[in-house]
């Protein structure tokens, strides 16, 4: 090995400086960025996945491909899902961050000021995939831009354990709210009661509350924008989920997020719980782990079914997914590119399969996918996205529709009425929040 | 810099702009410019900016026009925003009173002499030191809904035959990190306090012991004014802390349930940062500021009061 004398350091260091200087210089003379700033990063941001083998497979494999195939380089960062609305405002406000960021729901109306338009892309991939879902372009699209690329809709069902509710009676998954409620009481007495979240958390608590609002005809707003909250249907809505609660609930999902009631299913404390697919999959993914109480493998006992119909129909609200592309970016070219590339049949069906129907693409080819027809289990899912209502219904799924999301008022209306406040007062109580939004 | 030492080095007469220093206001206004500069940049200029926020209808990526006290008007009748006042000012009061009473008690057993006295004072400090998020973690565990670890032990011990809503029952989830600040706080103001009783001459307790006193009346009349200067500073750190608190409650209850668990800190960050209705947001936080400087001035006029005594 040479030896490194003092006096070269010395002047190896010196030289690094001059050149430093020398280049410091020259920046500023130009005015323009180091060229290491304008290398063609994109950071992409988006949740934790539920199905914890798809982040692997981008990380592992389809990562390390688009950047071979694109020239660029990608920084995927995962965070909680709740985690993911402060780091856009974070963003926005100082005008720098990730490049793409998942937005949940019409959370991408609050930030149209402040994303690039992807309708070439969102059209494109459109055409070519059998057509996008309506639900997907009412959440993405104001009609003059997509203020997101849709990605995917995060099927929302009842995950429920098949040998228990026969036990209790109840041969198929009740149809109706009453139905549930007589099934929900009887396990409840057995220590097994229904796992629904009333908590601050995006997924299945909104997944849950907004249909059950609608399936009674209750409603935040008229077609027009009018807020039509404080009625008749609404107050049945929430005088029978008082009892329900109280019948056939764990009352502890008043302090759950979109986590708990994967934990408390898994543990065999709740015998049902409105749900992505993701506690099946996890099942199926360690079945030496999950077993029944009687030794048997646990995904063999979980079935899948959409909420029960109330008085004025059967709905679903399913978590749709979008990559927003922000307007401070300074990769847009790539980060572009690199949507169309994930985007393109061949990649998307890797991401899509290793989802095993956790995932629901925005178009309509996708449905005959053999994903569907591998597991029954996994059917009810296919369609969740063609089904899907908008929050904000009857009205549109705007901006308005998405602040009272963000401020979970349907959600808090249940939650303060199961707590103890008067059905009145808590249909009062969000009328008026909705009506400090609809002004 | 380096030049101008040398040049004033090498003999040459101070410069007349030097020289100006030699007058002791030059000198002062120069040795404080630092700090001013540093106090306006970081703390000034945020608060200038918060209260133009939120007399304005910025929401993220608008910034939106002036509108006046609106703001202020829709969270005065914001019914969240008269909870998380109360709530404030009942975690900030319950919290203060035990942590003094314990921090008080635990920092008169740590003065006394006694074997592993060092150790044990460094692991008082335990949950102090521990980053809050962390531990808060840990509680957040510990008060699950499903698996609690407390109900566990109440269950087994025969105590309990149902589940303990700790975080879904509005007065239990604020009871809960109301527990979690005091367990958190104690530390501080045990340390604090133990400081305090250690600058107080062990003659006056004798002289006291001598004259008949019982260590009640010694503790009244001797330890309690003499340390009362220390405890009104800590009790002031620590109502200016526990009032604007954010991390322990944020990561216990997030505000829930159904806002019932909310401060001002986190029902503004909800508001400001997580729906994106910034004016709003810096109006809740700005509203702490009044109840805060009431506080703070009182104290410190009592403060000054008692060391002039």
């Known amino acids: ?439 | 810099m380096a030049a101008t030492t040398l040049a004033t080095a090498e003999g040459k007469r101070p410069s007349a702009r030097l020289r100006r220093l030699e007058d002791e206001r030059w000198l002062a206004l120069v040795l404080l410019t630092p700090t001013a500069v540093l106090l306006g940049l970081f703390i000034a200029y945020p608060f200038v900016e918060g209260v133009l926020l939120s007399l304005s209808s910025a929401r993220v990526g608008d910034p939106g026009q002036f509108v006046g006290l609106k703001n202020f008007y829709k969270i005065w009748n914001d019914s969240i925003f008269h909870t998380t006042v109360w709530n404030t000012f009942w975690y900030t009061g319950v919290t203060t009173v035990f942590k003094l009473a314990l921090g008080l008690w635990l920092a008169l057993l740590l003065n006394r002499h006694f074997r592993g006295k060092a150790i044990i004072r460094a692991f008082i400090l335990l949950p102090f030191i521990i980053p809050t998020v962390l531990s808060t973690f840990a509680w957040k565990w510990m008060f699950d809904p499903t698996f609690s670890v407390i109900n566990w032990t109440l269950f087994q011990l025969g105590l309990i035959t149902t589940r303990i809503n700790w975080l879904g029952d509005p007065d239990l989830a604020m009871t809960s990190i109301i527990v979690i600040n005091i367990w958190r706080g104690v530390p501080f103001f045990a340390i604090t306090l133990l400081a305090g009783l250690q600058t107080i001459s062990p003659e006056l307790h004798e002289a006291a012991a001598i004259d008949g006193a019982r260590p009640w009346a010694r503790f009244w009349h001797v330890t309690w004014p003499l340390l009362m200067p220390v405890t009104l500073v800590v009790v002031l750190f620590s109502v200016i802390q526990t009032f604007a608190d954010f991390q322990l409650v944020y990561v216990m209850t997030g505000g829930g349930p159904a806002n019932a668990t909310h401060l001002f800190a986190t029902y503004a960050y909800q508001l400001g940062i997580g729906t994106g209705l910034l004016s709003e947001g810096a109006a809740i936080s700005l509203a702490m500021f009044p109840f805060l400087f009431i506080i703070v001035v009182a104290q410190l006029l009592y403060i000054r009061r008692v060391e002039t005594r």
Request: charged share 25%; aromatic share 10%; proline share 5%.
């Open chain 1, 1 to 439: 090995m040479a030896k490194t004398k003092r006096r070269s350091v010395l002047k190896l260091a010196g030289g690094a400086a001059a050149a430093s200087m020398g280049g410091m210089a020259a920046i500023l003379a130009t005015g323009r960025m180091p060229a290491f700033a304008q290398q063609r990063t994109v950071h992409w941001l988006k949740w934790v996945d539920f199905v914890p083998a798809s982040d692997t497979l981008l990380r592992r494999e389809m990562l390390p491909e688009a950047e071979k195939a694109l020239g660029i380089k990608i920084n995927l960062e995962t965070v909680n899902g709740n985690d993911l609305q402060p780091r856009v405002t974070a963003g926005i406000q100082s005008g720098a961050g990730p490049d793409l960021i998942m937005a949940f729901n019409n959370q991408t109306y609050l930030y149209a000021n402040s994303v690039v338009d992807l309708t070439e892309i969102a059209e494109a991939v459109g055409k070519e995939q059998g057509g996008m879902y309506k639900y997907a372009r009412a959440v993405c699209s104001d009609g003059k831009m997509f203020m997101g690329m849709p990605w995917a809709v995060i099927g929302g069902m009842i995950a429920y354990r098949k040998s228990w509710f026969e036990e209790a009676g109840a041969t198929k998954f009740p149809e109706t709210w009453e139905q549930y409620r007589e099934v929900g009481k009887k396990l409840k007495a057995k220590g097994r009661p229904i796992g629904q979240t009333l908590g601050h958390t995006f997924g299945d608590a909104p997944g849950f509350t907004y249909p059950y609002l609608w399936s009674w005809g209750g409603m935040e707003v008229d077609p027009s924008g009018k807020v039509i909250m404080n009625s008749k249907e609404t107050l049945e809505s929430v005088k029978f989920m008082q009892g329900f609660w109280k019948d056939a609930h764990d009352e502890g999902g008043l302090a759950w997020d979109d986590t708990n009631n994967n934990r408390a299913f898994l543990s065999q404390t709740i015998s049902a719980t409105l749900n992505g697919a993701s506690i099946y999959i996890e099942t199926l993914r360690k079945p030496d782990q999950y077993k029944t109480e009687k030794g048997a493998p646990m995904h063999t006992d979980i079935l899948h079914s959409p909420l029960p119909k109330g008085p004025a129909g059967q709905f679903g609200f399913h978590l749709l997914q979008s990559h927003m592309l922000m307007k401070y970016s300074k990769n847009q070219d790539p980060a572009k590119e690199f949507l169309k590339w994930i985007h393109t049949e061949k990649n998307f069906e890797k991401w899509f399969i290793s989802q095993k129907g956790f995932a629901t693409p925005c178009t309509e080819k996708w449905e005959g996918h053999k994903v569907w027809t591998d597991d029954p289990v996994m059917a009810p899912f296919k369609v969740a996205a063609k089904l899907g209502q908008a929050p904000g219904h009857a009205g549109p799924p705007n901006a308005k529709a998405a602040e009272a999301l963000s401020k979970y008022i349907v959600t808090d209306m249940y939650a303060k009425a199961v707590q103890g406040m008067s059905a009145e007062d808590a249909v009062k109580w969000a009328d008026g929040e909705l009506r400090k939004i609809y002004v």
